[in-house]
């Protein structure tokens, strides 16, 4: 109820405002469980791909936008309910098995649920080798990864900026990569192979340069 109210709200404003390109929506499963992968450049991303695809897409979202105080606090509850986003404890100690697991709940329930591989967004704009995750969770749930990439968004709200502003933005969805021909493989290897065939069809949609490391954590490099 609460998605379908948002979404009755926010996908005609959003178009309105914005008017984004959306390409290669009929790549989208219209039914069963798939991982939508995606590179990220923006905060925003994630309201841009369920407001973008013809189905409902979950992502994950810090728990503390479900606890704020206030009118504010519920407002923002209500908004983060609203388009489908699934708290998570981002302090616990089996954060990251926890949200695999959420993950999972949502696939095997035959559900859309949206990762970004990189891990965090990227800060100058290349595409960072994927974390294999997304793999596992395809392979696990045996369900295709629908790759997707983003331009444009990055200058909606870029880092540091409190609000956002008017920008053009595309959101292409990929053909769907299945996972049929990695089964048999040593499980690394698969996990492996699947991700960066992940991402290079993520570069292809978006545009951006691969970067050959991984994406650090703001705060993690010495």
Do not use: C
């Not at 979202?61 to 209500?78: H, I």
Request: proline share 7%.
């Amino acid at each position: 109820m609460f998605y379908s109210l948002g979404r009755n709200v926010l996908y005609p404003l959003s178009h309105a405002l914005y008017r984004p390109t959306i390409e290669g929506k009929e790549n989208m499963p219209r039914t069963g469980g798939v991982v939508v992968a995606s590179n990220h450049v923006s905060f925003i991303d994630s309201f841009a791909i369920p407001l973008a695809s013809p189905r409902q897409v979950r992502f994950l979202a810090k728990e503390e936008y479900w606890t704020g105080p206030g009118v504010g606090g519920a407002l923002r509850k209500g908004f983060f309910t609203a388009v489908g986003m699934i708290p998570v404890n981002r302090h616990s100690t089996s954060a990251a098995q926890e949200s695999l697991d959420k993950a999972l709940e949502v696939l095997r329930a035959g559900d859309a649920f949206g990762i970004y591989p990189e891990g965090t967004r990227s800060r100058d704009g290349r595409l960072y080798r994927g974390r294999t995750g997304v793999a596992w969770l395809a392979l696990t749930a045996d369900v295709p990864v629908v790759p997707v990439g983003l331009i444009g968004t990055e200058e909606i709200q870029p880092v540091g900026a409190r609000f956002p502003k008017l920008a053009k933005v595309t959101v292409r969805f990929g053909e769907p990569i299945g996972v049929e021909r990695y089964r048999g493989m040593p499980a690394g290897r698969a996990r492996r192979e699947l991700t960066d065939e992940v991402m290079a069809a993520i570069a292809a949609l978006s545009g951006q340069q691969m970067a050959d490391t991984y994406n650090d954590v703001p705060g993690s490099a010495a």
